[in-house]
């Protein structure tokens, strides 16, 4: 896969399909549209004064060129002019992808304009996300269909204005959407494949590939390093569980680093507690978490983030054998804490507590976590915006503007004392459950236990990980979630 910017005349390029966005009420009576126009031998004006294409968000239409240029031109409509916001951009390049692979072709070109809503930089980033993460499949473990064979490789982006931001956004969109096409990767590996020591491979991987630290905790490290918690969750699975750590040092010597944690549970069957059999297969994407930090981690790496950033990853199966905890066991956490399993299905904010504690360790200047936590956040949310919550209402608004930025949403949920008390356990610190109401916030104030005075937040991606695929960057299975958000944010802190 290759994406690049080439300048701004795609009229003269030799390109099998122009992908070019057409806003309602646009005309062919002056600039881009005009030559296109022309190079149309004037079938564009003529569509457009017979009113056949209005710009209407789903409309779509291929004109043939002859002689020199473009081949092919799809034009997309892309609904009102003052809507066409970034992820309005992002939608409109996937779409172009899309309908080049429909047609059979392995190259597309891609004609930015913002028609005045977007800067050129974020244009580009965004047009780059949509288009490299549109060419997604995940087809390592099935031969491909007849039809859609061809995999979009090469997307050209042309544009006119400042060619420098042009040129820059484009980069920048690649890495990230890459970044995001490998947390899908991840997640849509089974369970067989993806196992703890899988993710803690691929995360070393990475790390060789792109010159951050690793360092992967075995059962016996965490076992002297005190995250018994971890091991807890692990020790009813034949998989052993690790903590994965990588680091990019990309700041000053000392600074504290912003720390970004992932829940790596690669299969989730509940434990004892054990969930219902319809839909458990989807319980591989619960290391959708971590799948997302180690994508973030590579990005920032690739971008040269100038900042002190850490990627935590506690992966673990939660399965049941004998060996497995239960119901009323109590265990003892790296922070100190005492936690009552009343259910172990509530196993992912047990990893996280340790997770969380060394994370804490490192004095970061902020600390965000994100996990398929909870069933509840869908009820919440639905499947529009992860759930962000808080202990520092600056950090939460922080996430918010970089998630609406990024195309991937979260809106704030608050974590008041009251729900804390539903956590209060007779026999230990805390229990790992609050009942139904509020679930998950009280799974992200169980949480809130075990950061101390970190400026810390979390994001409930359990309704956002993954999905049908209805967006045309999306495709059934792992959406990479949050990855853009977590580099979004990241770049942001970095200033
Ligand atoms: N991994 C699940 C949460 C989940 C549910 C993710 C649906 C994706 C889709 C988590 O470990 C879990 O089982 N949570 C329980 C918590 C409950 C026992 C308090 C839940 O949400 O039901
Ligand atoms: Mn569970
Ligand atoms: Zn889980």
């Not at 890495?175 to 899988?198: D, F, K, M």
């Not at 509940?270 to 973030?296: F, L, N, Q, R, T």
């Not at 999306?474 to 970095?494: D, I, N």
Request: aromatic share 4%; net charge negative; glycine share 12%.
């Amino acid at each position: 896969m290759q994406a690049v910017f080439l300048g701004s005349d795609p009229l003269s390029l030799d390109t099998p399909l122009l992908a070019v966005a057409i806003p309602e009420g646009a005309t062919a009576s002056d600039g881009f549209l005009a030559r296109l126009d022309a190079h149309l031998a004037g079938s564009l004006s003529r569509l457009l004064d017979a009113g056949d294409l209005k710009g209407k968000a789903k409309d779509e239409i291929v004109l043939y060129g002859g002689g020199p240029g473009p081949k092919r031109v799809v034009l997309l409509g892309v609904g009102k002019t003052a809507e066409f916001d970034a992820e309005q951009v992002r939608r409109f390049a996937a779409r172009g992808v899309r309908v080049a692979e429909r047609l059979g072709l392995d190259a597309v070109s891609v004609w930015l304009d913002g028609h005045g809503q977007s800067a050129g930089a974020v244009l580009a980033q965004a047009a780059a996300e949509g288009a490299v993460l549109a060419a997604w499949r995940f087809t390592e473990l099935k031969k491909l269909p007849e039809e859609g064979q061809t995999q979009v490789i090469d997307v050209r982006f042309l544009g006119e204005g400042d060619a420098a931001a042009l040129a820059e956004g484009v980069r920048v969109g690649e890495i990230v959407a890459r970044a995001e096409n490998l947390a899908r990767t991840l997640q849509s590996r089974p369970g067989n494949v993806a196992t703890p020591s899988h993710l803690a491979a691929e995360a070393a991987r990475v790390a060789a590939e792109r010159g951050l630290a690793v360092t992967v905790f075995d059962e016996a490290r965490l076992a002297e390093g005190g995250m018994h918690a971890i091991l807890a969750v692990s020790q009813g699975s034949d998989q052993e569980a690790r903590l994965i750590v990588l680091e990019h040092k990309g700041g000053a010597e000392g600074e504290a680093p912003l720390v970004l944690v992932g829940k790596g549970l690669t299969f989730d069957a509940g434990g004892i507690s054990i969930k219902p059999a319809p839909g458990m297969e989807d319980m591989k994407y619960d290391m959708s978490g971590g799948a997302a930090v180690i994508a973030a981690l590579q990005a920032v790496a690739e971008l040269g983030v100038k900042a002190n950033v850490v990627g935590i990853v506690p992966s673990s199966e939660n399965l049941l054998n004998g060996k497995a905890i239960k119901p009323g066991d109590i265990i003892h956490t790296l922070a100190g804490k005492t936690v009552e399993v009343i259910n172990t299905d509530a196993e992912g904010r047990l990893i996280l507590a340790d997770a969380l504690a060394w994370g804490a360790r490192l004095g970061p200047s902020a600390m965000v976590d994100c996990a398929t936590l909870t069933g509840a956040v869908v009820i919440s949310l639905g499947r529009h915006a992860a759930a962000v919550m808080s202990n520092d209402e600056s950090l939460s608004e922080e996430l918010r503007a970089a998630g609406a930025r990024s195309g991937e949403r979260c809106w704030p949920l608050p974590l008041w004392p009251e729900y804390t008390k539903q956590l209060e356990s007779e026999s230990a610190d805390l229990m790992n459950v609050g009942g139904r109401e509020g679930g998950s916030i009280t799974a992200a104030c169980f949480l809130k236990e075990f950061v101390g005075d970190v400026p810390w937040a979390h994001l409930d991606i359990a309704g956002t990980a993954y999905g049908d695929g209805k967006l045309p960057y999306q495709r059934k299975g792992g959406y990479g979630f949050p990855t853009r958000l977590l580099v979004e944010w990241v770049r942001s802190r970095a200033g």
